[in-house]
């Protein structure tokens, strides 16, 4: 007879065994998952939105498909977050701080000048800050898988060059749909119009707006330099994507899919932000090569946009929460050593 320690033991074994055996194929049920994204194919978004895909499929056995619709297809990054949250489409990956206006605590990665390096983005939004962000998700319909990055945006314009804070002011600098970005270009002088990424173009081409900020890999994947004389390394705001999914679809699913798409969203993760990187350096080598005039920011001028927008910090700290933007600033100085 087993003595009474012995069945404790095999009663631990098997639940351990099970979890160190990876899914169990014959739990994973045929799913089929629209993926949507403002992003065109060839965009580092989409590459990892197509190294999910390849993962799903491989952890799945198959039986997990998902189909991608790039390109702002399927509508703006407002309009996917709520047929997220109708369980119209199950998938989509996006600016993280579009997100504050579900939950205002995002607003806080949104704030300008925050990391000095993707890496150091990475320590963030990877560990406590970014998964307690991701937490305050379950009330609203969706559920954060992981954090991808789209990079540090820099501003283009069709009038003149920038190279000082003057020379922002008056330009109609388009922004995404977010009350920080929104703020922060009127800050710096400008008139912010705030703008879907899917009518950004057609805005360039007709006037409507005299430029935008994105990430290089951006302006050189839409083309903006067909329609932008002028960008300026401003690197003024950092932007972790995040990869979200319908919290209709994921309550229906069991525990084995489940951890099959958080582990090929984690794994995606790495590999998007690796390409991310790679791309923008290329990408501001191709934005030059396509007679776009390219200025830098001078350190003292760098300086000067900080202040220009500190009001702005204190204002927005206060709608996210004091607590909360402490909480990011305290973890970016652990990250940096201080």
Do not use: C
Not at 317 to 325: K, L, M, P
């Amino acid at each position: 007879m087993l003595n009474r320690l012995t069945k404790l033991a095999l009663g631990l074994a098997l639940p351990l065994a099970l979890l160190t055996a990876g899914p169990a194929l014959a739990e994973i049920r045929d799913q089929t998952i629209k993926f949507a994204s403002a992003n065109n194919k060839g965009h580092p978004q989409v590459t990892g939105m197509e190294k999910f895909a390849e993962l799903a499929k491989e952890k799945s056995g198959g039986k997990i498909e998902v189909k991608l619709f790039p390109g702002g297809t399927l509508g703006g990054d407002v309009q996917t977050v709520s047929a997220l949250q109708g369980g119209v489409i199950e998938m989509t990956v996006l600016n993280a701080g579009i997100l504050a206006s579900n939950v205002k605590e995002f607003g806080a990665v949104d704030l300008p000048f925050l990391f000095n390096s993707g890496e150091e983005a990475d320590k963030v939004m990877d560990g406590p800050f970014g998964t307690g962000l991701m937490e305050r998700l379950s009330d609203t319909g969706v559920v954060g898988l992981a954090y991808w990055e789209l990079g540090f945006r820099n501003l283009t314009n069709n009038r003149h060059a920038v190279t000082k804070l003057e020379d922002i002011k008056g330009l109609k600098i388009r922004t995404i749909q977010s009350p920080i970005p929104v703020e922060l270009f009127n800050s710096l002088g400008a008139n912010a119009v705030p703008l879907p990424y899917t009518e950004l173009y057609t805005a360039l081409e007709t006037g409507t707006v005299d430029g935008q900020e994105n990430p290089s890999a951006n302006i050189l994947n839409a083309k903006f330099y067909e329609v932008q004389k002028y960008m300026t390394l401003t690197r003024h705001q950092y932007n972790p994507q995040i990869v979200l999914i319908s919290k209709k679809f994921w309550d229906g699913l069991n525990d084995e899919e489940k951890a099959v798409l958080q582990q090929a969203a984690v794994e995606a993760r790495d590999f998007q932000r690796k390409v991310s990187r790679e791309q923008d350096a290329a990408a501001l080598e191709e934005i030059r090569k396509t007679g776009m005039e390219v200025s830098e920011l001078s350190p003292e001028e760098t300086q000067r946009l900080r202040d220009a927008v500190k009001p702005m910090i204190e204002k927005f700290s206060a709608d996210i929460g004091q607590e909360t933007v402490q909480a990011l600033f305290k973890e970016i100085g652990a990250v940096r050593g201080q």
